[in-house]
Nanobody, 124 residues
C-alpha cells in the first residue's frame, strides 16, 4: 500500500552534515505521520524524529534535538532528515516509516510501513 525508499546515507566526518531522503509512494492519508528511526549494532531500533504530514509538526529524540531537522516536500512526496554536527554515535542504519493513522510518534510498533534503510557512518 505504501512504499518507502531511503537515500542519502554514506560516510561523513564527525561534525559534518548529511541529508537523508525518504520517498513515499502509494496510498497515504492526510493525517499520516512520517518517522525516522535508526538502529546500530547491538542496540534496539530507536526513534530519531517524526513529522506530521498535515501540519508539519515535528518531534525529536533528545539525542538529536538541535542537530537534526525533519522537513517535507509535498511536491515530491518526500521527507528529509537533515543531519548536522553529526557524531560517531549517530552511526546506524536509518529507516523511515509511515503511520497512516497519524498517531505514531516514537514507538516503532505504531508504524505500519518501513523503508529498507540507509547506512550512515560517522568517522571520528
Amino acid at each position: 500500500q505504501v512504499q518507502l525508499v531511503e537515500s542519502g546515507g554514506g560516510l561523513v566526518q564527525a561534525g559534518g552534515s548529511l541529508r537523508l531522503s525518504c520517498a513515499a509512494s502509494g496510498r497515504t492519508f492526510s493525517t499520516y505521520t512520517m518517522g525516522w528511526f535508526r538502529q546500530a549494532p547491538g542496540k534496539e531500533r530507536e526513534f530519531v524524529g517524526a513529522i506530521t504530514w498535515s501540519n508539519m509538526r515535528t518531534n525529536y529524540a533528545d539525542s538529536v534535538k538541535g542537530r537534526f531537522t525533519i522537513s517535507r516536500d509535498n511536491a515530491k512526496t518526500t521527507v528529509y532528515l537533515q543531519m548536522n554536527n553529526v557524531k560517531p554515535e549517530d552511526t546506524a542504519v536509518y529507516y523511515c516509516a509511515a503511520d497512516l493513522m497519524g498517531v505514531g510518534v516514537g514507538r516503532t510498533e505504531d508504524y505500519e510501513y518501513w523503508g529498507q534503510g540507509t547506512q550512515v557512518t560517522v568517522s571520528s
